[in-house]
């Protein structure tokens, strides 16, 4: 039978090494200034479109972590509703989409405030927006006397990952959870020097207790935000759970084994080496900012509506790229135009070097040059 973290002597007490992340850490600062330094250079306009842009980010992927979809379109129209960015308000049918959404610009907005117990049931509320499920406590800590297990596999063959404290611990283990959060935040009593070490330790020791019947994922992943955002005194500009989406396996393999005692070194090696990768893929997305805004600076003036609109959706795509890059098929049902039309504009945005062209004869194909 598994012993957990929770039922040790010494919990909630971590233990920890930094001694093998020094450099990581250090990689850390270095990056925040970086991309403080690269967002200066852009517009106004231009910075809130790379926030709207990784908000939109992390509300799809921290859902996606738990397995639920949720459409880019829906939860960009949700963020700038609330934003007032919207020329006319736009209706969003999905429930979740708003609620995530939500909970993305609360956190942003509340972040130097000291985490309550209303104030995690109130995200709770918004986490379960749309949700199907009549049964589920929502806004309020679990009480159901089943055991909390994170399992896989199948009947006969349940494989249990973990078990959280029974429902009747929850209240207690809050309260005293709310209390560290608060007392290690920044100026505070037990103030904890690193901002990444201390967003570690509050995921983990969020999970840890799983306190919500669902939704404990993507509030404890806006709680790590929380804590990284007080640190540096501004609400980061980073997507978390798009780093740790590329790698669940990992994420989920390392909360299991930090799951089993409170000497967690290698719970935080892990952490902070995924918040290091969220700013490296948040530097990217500010890159392609600023070469899009470039661009568009260079040509804009030097093309037609039709070669305008098939680059818009070009950079739609995103800093992965337009799938496939553009071919002739593609920009004549793009732009609704000709075949002969397309190999003409697509001809001349390659002699104005907007595009480079990539292969040659039926599998031509072009590509933004960025």
Same mark, same amino acid.
């Given at each position: 039978?598994?012993?957990?973290?929770?039922?040790?002597?010494?919990?909630?007490?971590?233990? +920890?090494?930094?001694?093998?992340?020094?450099?990581?850490?250090?990689?850390?600062?270095?990056?925040?200034?970086?991309?403080?330094?690269?967002?200066?250079?852009? %517009?106004?306009?231009?910075?809130?479109?790379?926030?709207?842009?990784?908000?939109?980010?992390?509300?799809?992927?921290? %859902?996606?972590?738990?397995?639920?979809?949720?459409?880019?379109?829906?939860?960009?129209?949700?963020?700038?509703?609330?934003?007032?960015?919207?020329?006319?308000?736009?209706? /969003?049918?999905?429930?979740?989409?708003?609620?995530?959404?939500?909970?993305?610009?609360?956190?942003?907005?509340?972040?130097?405030?000291?985490?309550?117990?209303?104030?995690?049931?109130? &995200?709770?509320?918004?986490?379960?927006?749309?949700?199907?499920?009549?049964? @589920?406590?929502?806004?309020? &800590?679990?009480?159901?006397?089943?055991?909390?297990?994170?399992?896989?596999?199948?009947?006969?063959?349940?494989?249990?990952?973990?078990?959280?404290?029974?429902?009747?611990?929850?209240?207690?283990?809050?309260?005293?959870?709310?209390? &560290?959060?608060?007392?290690?935040?920044?100026?505070?009593?037990? !103030?904890? =020097?690193?901002?990444?070490?201390?967003?570690?330790?509050?995921?983990?020791?969020?999970? %840890?207790?799983?306190?919500?019947?669902?939704?404990?994922?993507?509030?404890?992943?806006?709680?790590?935000?929380?804590?990284?955002?007080?640190?540096?005194?501004?609400?980061?500009?980073?997507?978390?759970?798009?780093?740790?989406?590329?790698?669940?396996? !990992?994420?989920?393999?390392?909360?299991?084994?930090?799951?089993?005692?409170?000497?967690?070194?290698? &719970?935080?090696?892990?952490?902070?080496?995924?918040?290091? *990768?969220?700013?490296?893929?948040?530097?990217?997305?500010?890159?392609?900012?600023?070469?899009?805004?470039?661009?568009?600076?260079? +040509?804009?003036?030097?093309?037609?509506?039709? *070669? @305008?609109?098939?680059?818009?959706?070009?950079?739609?795509?995103?800093?992965?790229?337009?799938?496939?890059?553009?071919?002739?098929?593609?920009?004549?049902?793009?732009?609704? /135009? %000709?075949?002969?039309? !397309? =190999?003409?504009?697509?001809?001349?945005?390659?002699?104005?070097? !907007?595009?480079? *062209?990539?292969?040659?004869?039926?599998?031509?194909?072009?590509?933004?040059?960025?």
């Amino acid at each position: 039978m598994s012993i957990y973290n929770w039922q040790k002597i010494d919990w909630p007490h971590f233990q +920890y090494d930094l001694t093998g992340i020094h450099e990581t850490l250090i990689a850390i600062a270095e990056k925040a200034g970086l991309i403080g330094g690269k967002l200066s250079h852009l %517009s106004d306009q231009l910075q809130t479109e790379a926030m709207i842009d990784l908000l939109v980010e992390e509300a799809i992927k921290t %859902s996606q972590i738990e397995g639920e979809r949720l459409h880019a379109a829906d939860v960009k129209s949700s963020i700038k509703n609330k934003l007032g960015l919207n020329t006319t308000f736009l209706p /969003v049918r999905d429930k979740r989409a708003r609620g995530i959404a939500e909970l993305m610009l609360d956190g942003r907005k509340t972040f130097k405030q000291p985490l309550t117990e209303e104030k995690l049931f109130a &995200w709770h509320k918004m986490v379960m927006a749309g949700g199907l499920s009549s049964s @589920l406590t929502v806004g309020g &800590w679990r009480t159901d006397d089943e055991p909390m297990q994170i399992i896989s596999g199948h009947y006969g063959k349940v494989v249990v990952h973990f078990e959280a404290p029974p429902a009747k611990n929850v209240p207690i283990e809050m309260v005293q959870f709310i209390l &560290w959060f608060n007392h290690t935040a920044p100026g505070k009593s037990n !103030a904890i =020097t690193f901002a990444p070490v201390r967003a570690a330790l509050a995921h983990l020791y969020f999970e %840890s207790i799983h306190p919500f019947d669902d939704g404990n994922g993507r509030i404890g992943r806006a709680i790590a935000e929380k804590a990284l955002s007080q640190g540096v005194n501004h609400p980061i500009m980073m997507s978390l759970s798009r780093a740790i989406e590329a790698d669940k396996k !990992a994420y989920y393999a390392a909360l299991k084994k930090a799951s089993r005692s409170n000497e967690v070194t290698e &719970w935080i090696a892990y952490f902070v080496s995924t918040i290091l *990768q969220a700013q490296n893929d948040t530097e990217a997305q500010i890159n392609f900012i600023l070469k899009k805004t470039l661009f568009f600076q260079k +040509y804009e003036k030097l093309l037609n509506e039709r *070669q @305008l609109k098939v680059i818009k959706k070009m950079f739609a795509a995103g800093i992965k790229g337009f799938e496939g890059g553009m071919s002739a098929q593609k920009y004549m049902k793009i732009a609704d /135009v %000709s075949k002969a039309t !397309a =190999t003409r504009d697509l001809q001349h945005l390659v002699e104005l070097h !907007a595009f480079a *062209q990539v292969g040659g004869g039926r599998s031509v194909r072009y590509e933004l040059n960025l």
